[in-house]
């Protein structure tokens, strides 16, 4: 079980709304730094943690600052990302680029900031040599559908995944990136999403460490991180646990001594790199009631839409709904909550249990502060919201505008 909270009392949020309209996406900049130093906690017992923030989660340069303030990096995918990285005082080797198809452009800017650079692929070495030259520490993404087969339930079919090397690939990666002078290494997977379950992590670390030994076995090269990937869940209903992170922690602990420590392989760093635990429950869509609609069903349709939030849309994902000033209200009625996008999916909930809801009510959309604002688009011209921080003073900062009807008109050549 788990509470669902909103850092802001009915006033509060009313006055906040008189400065900022809605529909606008909130971010708590104490419960970011709570989740961080949970995430710290668990590996206390490692001489050297990295956390590097999955900047695709929530791409605000004020986010990635505050996480950065408190000795996060950033994992980056795209230009764009390593832009915001910069821009956030992100630089060399706190960034860790782990991107698929990769560009020429996001190599070069990769290496001219001095990221540690994850390779995707085996004919990437030789891509990223040309284009960008190569780094001072590389890291390769392994795929391990060689052990997580078929029928693994946990983690689904690492062999359908696009991502990574296969076992072989990755052996002889760092033998040709050795030949050709690179001495830093690291290595890294990401087979979990929205991940709760512990045994899912020790398994992943397992694998990881059993090939580390491996590396060093064959190729006598100690690498100096494992990097753990990110998907660590959180608990979108109110019924689901959250990741018992010391348990994680521990679980982990435990086997870098008997495969690691045991080996040899003393000083291996942990790299993580979360996104969704690290601002998923730290941010909330706040949108106004415009309409109430009863024919076969009863809907409630609100001033935002899929554009703003995407995923109940694009995975059915569960999105818990407050309606400010009701939170102790019974739940009496049943509504299909709508946004106004001409595609009957564009539903934030459906059939669910709320409180009497009016016109005007103002509807709290929980968990949305990872991979909510980030997926936004414009189909139907719709468009992106604000994004609000609500600081540890207090204070309430506008950290993007919405965007305008000229922004939407201006890449037109008309
Ligand atoms: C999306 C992604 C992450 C972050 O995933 P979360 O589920 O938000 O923790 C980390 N690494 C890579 C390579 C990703 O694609």
């Excluded at 946990?154 to 033998?175: D, M, N, S, V, W």
Aim: charged share 25%.
């Amino acid at each position: 079980m788990n509470e669902k909270n909103f850092p802001l009392s009915n006033e509060e949020l009313r006055e906040v709304i008189k400065k900022f309209p809605t529909p606008f996406h909130i971010y708590d900049e104490k419960t970011i730094r709570k989740n961080f130093q949970q995430l710290r906690r668990a590996f206390s017992w490692v001489k050297d943690f990295r956390e590097h923030f999955a900047v695709k989660a929530t791409p605000n340069p004020h986010i990635v600052k505050i996480l950065a303030r408190d000795g996060a990096g950033t994992d980056c995918s795209s230009l764009a990302e390593l832009l915001i990285s910069e821009r956030a005082g992100v630089i060399g080797e706190k960034i860790m680029l782990t991107s698929n198809d990769t560009p020429a452009d996001e190599f070069k800017k990769a290496i001219e900031l001095g990221a540690i650079i994850n390779l995707d692929d085996i004919t990437h070495i030789d891509y990223l040599e040309k284009n960008a030259g190569l780094p001072n520490c590389l890291s390769f993404r392994y795929n391990p559908a060689d052990i997580m087969n078929e029928g693994n339930d946990i983690i689904g079919k690492p062999a359908e995944a696009k991502y990574g090397l296969t076992r072989k690939q990755i052996l002889e990666g760092y033998k040709i990136a050795r030949d050709k002078g690179i001495k830093r290494f690291g290595l890294h997977t990401m087979v979990a999403s929205n991940e709760l379950a512990t045994k899912t992590f020790l398994l992943t670390a397992q694998i990881m460490f059993e090939l580390a030994v491996e590396i060093k076995n064959q190729l006598g090269i100690n690498l100096e991180f494992v990097n753990l990937g990110g998907g660590f869940g959180i608990p979108y209903r109110p019924t689901e646990n959250p990741v018992d992170f010391r348990a994680v922690g521990e679980g982990i602990h435990e086997l870098y001594e008997k495969i690691l420590v045991s080996n040899g392989l003393e000083n291996i760093a942990i790299a993580t790199e979360s996104g969704r635990a690290m601002t998923g429950n730290a941010g909330w869509l706040v949108s106004t009631v415009i309409h109430e609609k009863n024919t076969y069903k009863n809907y409630i349709g609100l001033d935002s839409c899929m554009a703003n939030l995407m995923r109940p849309a694009m995975y059915g994902a569960y999105h818990h709904i407050t309606i400010a000033g009701k939170e102790n209200a019974p739940l009496t009625n049943v509504y299909d909550v709508t946004g106004s996008l001409c595609e009957n999916n564009d539903k934030f909930a459906i059939d669910r249990q709320l409180p009497k809801i009016e016109i005007g009510d103002i509807l709290i959309i929980h968990d949305t502060g990872a991979h909510g604002h980030a997926m936004g688009f414009n189909y139907n011209g719709k468009l992106r919201s604000a994004e609000l921080l609500l600081k540890e003073s207090g204070e309430v900062e506008m950290i993007r505008r919405a965007e305008t009807l000229d922004d939407y008109f201006a890449t037109l050549n008309f």
